[in-house]
C-alpha cells in the first residue's frame, strides 16, 4: 500500500490525477486521472512489443513465417515451450481458444 501510495502522490503532485473519497465509506479513494494526465498517457511512446507487432504484420507472409520458424527454433533450444508468454504479449480477452491473437 505505501507504494502505491507514494506513486499516486507523485502523480497528484504533477496534477495528472486527483483523488476523491468516497461519500459513504472514507477509506474508500477514488482516483481520476485529469486532462494533463490523459494527454501526457495519449502522447506516451507506443510500447515496443506494439511496435514490433505492428511492423511484423507489414512483413510479406513467407518472411513472417520464416521468423515464425526461426523463433520456434530459439524457444526449442532454450526449452520454454511449456511457458505461456501470452498474458505478457497480448492484452486480456484477445487471445483466441487455441491461444493466438484474435483479429481485431
Do not use: H
Not at 28 to 51: C, N
Request: proline share 5%.
Amino acid at each position: 500500500m505505501s507504494t502505491i501510495n507514494g506513486i499516486i502522490d507523485r502523480l497528484e503532485t504533477r496534477k495528472l490525477v486527483k483523488r476523491r473519497r468516497d461519500n459513504s465509506d472514507r477509506r474508500r479513494v477514488w482516483l481520476e486521472v485529469t486532462e494533463s494526465g490523459r494527454k501526457l498517457a495519449e502522447s506516451a511512446p507506443i510500447l515496443l512489443q506494439d511496435r514490433l507487432s505492428n511492423a511484423l504484420r507489414r512483413l510479406p507472409v513467407l518472411e513472417q513465417a520464416a521468423i515464425a520458424l526461426s523463433l520456434e527454433r530459439v524457444v526449442a533450444l532454450i526449452r520454454a515451450e511449456g511457458i505461456d508468454a501470452s498474458p505478457n504479449l497480448v492484452p486480456d480477452g484477445q487471445l483466441t481458444e487455441r491461444g493466438e491473437e484474435a483479429s481485431p
